[in-house]
């Protein structure tokens, strides 16, 4: 696989390659350790199967040329993949690895019964990253076909690197065999800055593309694409990348390598971050403003406006309630022509008196004062009045419709709907035929009034009651 790691200088494009680099080197050491048990468990089927692993089956050619050949190996070919290295591996430990693991196929293939179980594979790795302190890392070779396979290769500033940064040139065959890089297994990391700096064959055979930036020269992020792109930092290209995700290396991964003499990046902020952290801090404080019971919208609605109208009630309460209650039978400056046209004083000797004097002169009492009763309009017939009382007329019944009954008898009704039953049938029946009489004491109403009367008068007329 081609892998291009693009990014502006400090961007840890190479710390990001150096991280996936340290990774791939502990697998190798554990897979080392864990190839010997391998080993050990597999060596009493190889003296078993000692004809099949002693040659591997290779293909070559296409089409009607395509034909088999067998490779013979040498004695004890598999030892190798038993011992630890504390030096450099052998070169062709990888294809080792490869070639039993292809023998255990061709027997499953056939169908042969046993219990031989894979090697796990160890990468040869080469790099020119400045003072790589990697443990068995190679230095690079440029021509890359002649490195063992399953190599990984890591390229820093690729555009300085011959025969890659001849950009015009397309003829050379170290670069145009990267077309088939992968029938060996091998895989590469091409740092440059810019996609732009890669040999233009390159370009269309990368099939992972990481761009790394560090927004104001913070945690850095990646966007992965599936293919080059000339221009990752545009939207469109942001907006559809595989995957986004952060990358934060490691302190040691630093002392692996060196990048610069002296880092001259700073962290930057945002001044929208000031702007979003204002906005922050102005909501807390209302929130916190109206749970504590401040006045308008948010007192409102946290119910403070409520709390403080219940105090006052409370108050005003207390203080009608301090409010000392005079005593009617304490005995003031009596003035019989107000307290008497009171109802609760009819029955007094002093009102008794007062009124046999006004009866004897042939005066009135009239009325000056409202007498105050407890009506509920649910229980109409339950209304209590006083004993005696004083009242100014402002109506009397008049004759305001007539309907039949279902006993086929006219029926009066005044202007409150009540039954009139003193009204003759006949006077019903001329009323129903449009004689009104004539109101005398009818005053000027507006119209929605008299529009009113008239069609209750009308309805009253026109009905029968059952």
């Not at 961007?11 to 050491?29: C, G, I, P």
């Not at 993949?81 to 430990?93: C, T």
């Not at 922050?280 to 403070?304: C, D, K, M, T």
């Not at 009382?389 to 709907?417: E, F, H």
Request: glycine fraction near 6%; proline fraction near 5%; aromatic fraction near 12%.
């Amino acid at each position: 696989m081609l892998n291009a790691v693009t990014g502006v200088p400090g961007a840890s494009k190479t710390a990001y390659v150096v991280t996936q680099l340290d990774e791939q080197e502990r697998k190798n050491k554990i897979n080392l350790v864990r190839n010997i048990e391998v080993y050990k468990h597999n060596k009493q089927y190889i003296e078993k199967f000692k004809d099949d692993f002693s040659y591997v089956e290779e293909e070559q050619g296409s089409g009607h040329e395509l034909k088999t050949v067998l490779v013979i190996l040498e004695d004890n070919y598999y030892d190798m993949l038993g011992q630890l290295f504390d030096d450099l591996r052998p070169d062709d430990y990888y294809v080792r690895v490869v070639r039993f693991n292809e023998t255990i196929e061709r027997l499953n293939e056939r169908g042969e019964k046993h219990d031989l179980q894979p090697f796990y594979a160890v990468r040869t790795i080469y790099s020119n990253i400045k003072a790589l302190k990697i443990d068995y890392v190679r230095a690079l070779v440029i021509d890359w076909r002649t490195c063992p396979d399953g190599s990984i290769f890591a390229i820093d500033e690729v555009q300085l690197v011959p025969p890659y940064n001849d950009n015009k040139n397309k003829n050379d065959d170290i670069v145009q065999e990267l077309t088939i890089h992968r029938h060996r297994g091998f895989d590469f990391w091409f740092i440059t800055q810019s996609a732009t700096y890669l040999h233009p064959t390159i370009k269309e055979l990368i099939s992972c593309h990481l761009h790394i930036t560090r927004p104001y020269w913070r945690t850095p992020k990646v966007y992965q694409y599936g293919s080059l792109r000339q221009y990752p930092n545009t939207l469109i290209n942001k907006l559809n990348c595989e995957s986004k995700f952060t990358f934060k290396p490691k302190d040691s991964i630093f002392k692996l390598y060196k990048s610069t003499s002296i880092d001259t990046s700073k962290k930057r902020t945002p001044a929208g971050l000031y702007v979003f952290g204002f906005f922050i801090l102005v909501a807390i404080s209302i929130f916190f403003y109206g749970v504590s019971g401040g006045s308008g919208f948010l007192g409102h609605f946290f119910g403070s406006d409520e709390k403080k109208m219940e105090v006052k009630q409370q108050t005003s309460t207390s203080q009608t309630s301090n409010v000392p209650t005079p005593d009617p039978n304490v005995k003031t400056n009596f003035d019989a022509n107000t307290e008497c046209r009171k109802a609760i004083n009819v029955e007094k000797s002093e009102c008794v008196e007062w009124f046999n004097k006004l009866t004897q002169g042939g005066g009135s009492a009239g009325t000056t004062d409202t007498v105050q009763i407890t009506y509920n309009p649910t229980k109409p017939y339950d209304t209590k009045l006083p004993d005696h009382y004083t009242i100014a007329l402002n109506d009397y019944p008049r004759l305001s419709g007539c309907m039949t009954l279902a006993s086929g008898k006219l029926i009066a009704l005044d202007q409150q709907g009540n039954y009139m039953p003193d009204v003759s049938q006949a006077d019903c029946k001329r009323y129903m035929q449009g004689f009104r009489p004539f109101d005398y004491s009818k005053t000027h109403q507006n119209t929605q009034n008299e529009n009113f009367n008239q069609k209750t008068e009308t309805y009253a007329s026109n009905n029968v009651a059952t």
